[in-house]
C-alpha cells in the first residue's frame, strides 16, 4: 500500500505510565512500517521513560497544552519529519490498533477519516448530557461535511496529506476544538472526511482526564466551539502557506 512507511501514529498523552508502555507496544506490532510518537503533555509521572522504553519517539512538551496543542505539536513534528500520514491513538488502549488499518484504507480516497464508535462495532455507549451534545454536534458537523458522521468527538482518526499540511499550521488548541472544530476546519478547506466503525476497548490503566460532573458543560462548550468555527473565514487549501509566523 503506498501509504504504509510513511505514518506516524501520534499518540496523546497525560500521566498514562500505567497504559502507555503496552500500548505502544500493541501498536508497533499491529501496524508494521509505521512509527510511533508520544507526545507526553507535561506529565508528572514516568510517560515519557515508559513510551521511551516500549519503542516510541517521544515529544515532551515543557507544560501541558492540552490535546488539541499536543497534536498541533505532532503534525509538525510529522510535516518536518517527512511523514504523510498521521494516526490520532490514544495512550490508554481504549482505541483497538486493529482498527487502524481500516483507517488508512479509507484514506486512499478521503483527507480525513474518523475512527466512529457507535457506527456498529463494539458496545461502546455515552448517555445523558455527553450523548445528547455528540447527536446534536453529529448533525451539525454532518451538514457542513456533506456527509454522514456519526462521532465528531472521536479522538481516533487519521489525517492524510493534504489535512496534515492544514492540521500542523492550524489545529484547533482550545477545549474541545481538536475534535468538533478541527473536522469543521478540515471540510471548509475542503477536505474529504468520512468515517469508519470501530470498536472502544476500556481504559489500560490510569485514570480518564473526563469526570461526569464535566459531562454537563459538554453540550454548552461543544456548540460554543462549533459557533466559533463557523465565524472563522475558511481556510484556502494552498495560498495560505505564509499567512501566520
Ligand atoms: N497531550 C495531552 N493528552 C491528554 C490530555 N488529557 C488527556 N490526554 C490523552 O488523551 C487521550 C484520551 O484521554 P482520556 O482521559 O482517556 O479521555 P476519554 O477517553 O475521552 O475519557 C489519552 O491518551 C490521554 O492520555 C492532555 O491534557 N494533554
Ligand atoms: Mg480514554
Not at 455527553?130 to 456519526?150: C, D, E, K, P, Q
Not at 466503525?197 to 454537563?216: F, I, Q, W
Not at 458543560?217 to 499567512?243: F, I, M, Q, S, T
Request: proline share 5%; hydrophobic share 45%; aromatic share 6%.
Amino acid at each position: 500500500m503506498g501509504l504504509q512507511g510513511t505514518t506516524l501514529i501520534v499518540m496523546p498523552a497525560f500521566n498514562e505510565e500505567a497504559a502507555v508502555g503496552d500500548v505502544v507496544r500493541e501498536v508497533l506490532r499491529e501496524v508494521a512500517d509505521a512509527d510511533v510518537l508520544v507526545v507526553d503533555d507535561g506529565s508528572r509521572d514516568r510517560t515519557t521513560q515508559v513510551a521511551r522504553a516500549a519503542g516510541a519517539r517521544v515529544l515532551e512538551l515543557p507544560f501541558n497544552l492540552g490535546v488539541g496543542g499536543a497534536m498541533r505539536a505532532g503534525f509538525k513534528f510529522a510535516v518536518a519529519e517527512g511523514y504523510t500520514t498521521v494516526v490520532q491513538v490514544d495512550s490508554d488502549g481504549q482505541h483497538d490498533p486493529a482498527g487502524v488499518a481500516s483507517l488508512l484504507a479509507a484514506l486512499e480516497t478521503h483527507d480525513v477519516v474518523i475512527g466512529a464508535r457507535f457506527a456498529g462495532e463494539g458496545d461502546y455507549e455515552a448517555k445523558g448530557p455527553r450523548r445528547w451534545a455528540m447527536v446534536v454536534l453529529a448533525a451539525v458537523v454532518s451538514r457542513i461535511a456533506g456527509t454522514r458522521l456519526t462521532d465528531t468527538t472521536s479522538g481516533f482518526r487519521a489525517t492524510g496529506p493534504r489535512a496534515l499540511e492544514i492540521f500542523a499550521r492550524h489545529y484547533p488548541a482550545e477545549y474541545l476544538g481538536d475534535t468538533v472544530e478541527s473536522l469543521v476546519l478540515a471540510a471548509r478547506a475542503g477536505c474529504r472526511i468520512t468515517q469508519v466503525p470501530v470498536s472502544m476497548r476500556v481504559r489500560a490503566g490510569g485514570t480518564p482526564s473526563h469526570d461526569p460532573v464535566k459531562a454537563g458543560v459538554y453540550l454548552g462548550r461543544a456548540c460554543l466551539a462549533l459557533v466559533l468555527a463557523l465565524w472563522r473565514p475558511p481556510l484556502a487549501l494552498a495560498d495560505d502557506r505564509n499567512d501566520r509566523p
